[in-house]
């Protein structure tokens, strides 16, 4: 059992940086690969970005690569969004989950997910 809690959410302007932090309870967080997705208001969740259970490999979403960075402290449980250049589009509910096994893009393959952090950018 994992229990996720994401925080670091807020109202920015275009431009600025954020950091999201996802922390996890339960001695199995560093077995999970851990992804961020976002969901905005009257559209679909979509990945962000994905990082494997030890840190090694990432991946990103068009949308955010190069902006956003993805990384992990097993040590403390916590996985973290570093968000770059914010844009008016990136506004959203950001979301945190484990997966067993690999990075994936797919939401239905996670098991756990926290309860959202909201993300607003002005422009």
């Known amino acids: 059992q994992v229990r996720l809690v994401e925080s670091g959410g807020g109202l920015v302007q275009a431009g600025d940086s954020l950091r999201l932090s996802c922390a996890a309870s339960?001695?199995?967080?560093?077995?999970?690969?851990m992804g961020w997705f976002r969901q905005a208001p009257g559209k679909e969740r979509e990945f962000v970005a994905g990082i494997n259970w030890s840190g090694s490999a990432t991946y990103y979403a068009d949308s955010v690569k190069g902006r956003f960075t993805i990384s992990r402290d097993n040590a403390k449980n916590t996985v973290y969004l570093q968000m770059n250049s914010l844009k008016p589009e990136d506004t959203a509910v950001y979301y945190c989950a484990a997966v067993p096994g690999g990075i994936t893009e797919r939401s239905r393959l996670y098991d756990y997910w926290g309860q959202g952090t909201q993300v607003t950018v002005s422009s």
């Open positions: 339960g001695r199995t967080f560093g077995s999970y690969a």
